[in-house]
């Protein structure tokens, strides 16, 4: 394991709370092979913006663009399931080219179960990102959760990884780091990312 992993990240960033055994999840991400996010307070800070017509502006950081592009390439597919539905959010899921997209889901338990099995991928190979209360339907049935570090109480003492950051702030960035510095140096993961290329829409 050691000549595989990016054994610097994983030291400065500890996975899991002090219940959880770290070899186990290293071995879990290091597994994985789909990765399902919620989008309000976990791919955005949760602040809506309204105008007369709904909804109308929503911010991403630039940072999850990254990272929701380079799992794939490393033969991690990306899935996102929301309770919400907008014009922008359809604009960035495209821009984003995300073909896992289930918006205005609000029984995400079947859309999970819909898609593992679509996908032909065992429930013990996926993680779940999520950080209120709507996504504990989900998170109980992945091989591992995650959650931001402002996510409500409840999810906390639920998912496997409380990540550093809030919500908004770079959660799928972390996500993607702590589960490509289970598998290869972050050097080596982020290769692709620095080709002219991959940096057609972020």
Same mark, same amino acid.
Request: aromatic residues 8%.
């Given at each position: 394991m050691e000549n595989t992993i990016d054994q610097a990240y994983l030291n400065?960033?500890?996975?899991?709370?002090?219940t959880k055994v770290h070899n186990h999840l290293v071995a879990l991400l290091q597994?994985?092979?789909?990765?399902?996010?919620?989008?309000?307070?976990?791919?955005?800070?949760?602040? %809506?913006?309204?105008g007369e017509y709904g909804e109308q502006l929503k911010r991403f950081n630039v940072k999850d663009?990254?990272?929701?592009?380079? %799992?794939?390439?490393?033969?991690? =597919?990306?899935?996102? *399931?929301?309770? $919400?539905?907008?014009?922008?959010?359809r604009k960035r899921m495209q821009d984003l080219g995300i073909k896992h997209f289930y918006p205005g889901c609000h029984n $995400?338990?079947?859309?999970?179960? +819909?898609?593992? =099995? +679509?996908?032909?991928?065992?429930? @013990?190979? +996926?993680?779940?990102?999520?950080?209120?209360? *709507?996504?504990? @339907?989900?998170m109980p049935l992945a091989g591992v959760s995650f959650c931001p570090a402002d996510a409500h109480e409840l999810v906390v003492r639920s998912c496997d990884i409380t990540l550093n950051v809030n919500g908004g702030q770079g959660v799928a960035r972390e996500v993607a780091d702590r589960i490509l510095a289970c598998r290869m140096p972050l050097e080596h993961a982020y290769g692709l990312a620095i080709k002219p290329e991959f940096e057609k829409v972020i």
């Open positions: 400065a960033y500890p996975l899991g709370a002090p597994t994985l092979k789909l990765v399902v996010f919620d989008v309000d307070g976990v791919l955005t800070d949760g602040g %809506l913006l309204y663009g990254v990272a929701l592009k380079l %799992l794939p390439k490393w033969g991690v =597919e990306v899935a996102i *399931i929301t309770a $919400k539905d907008s014009a922008p959010l $995400k338990a079947d859309a999970y179960k +819909t898609l593992i =099995e +679509t996908l032909n991928i065992n429930r @013990q190979n +996926t993680a779940y990102v999520g950080d209120d209360v *709507i996504d504990l @339907q989900v």
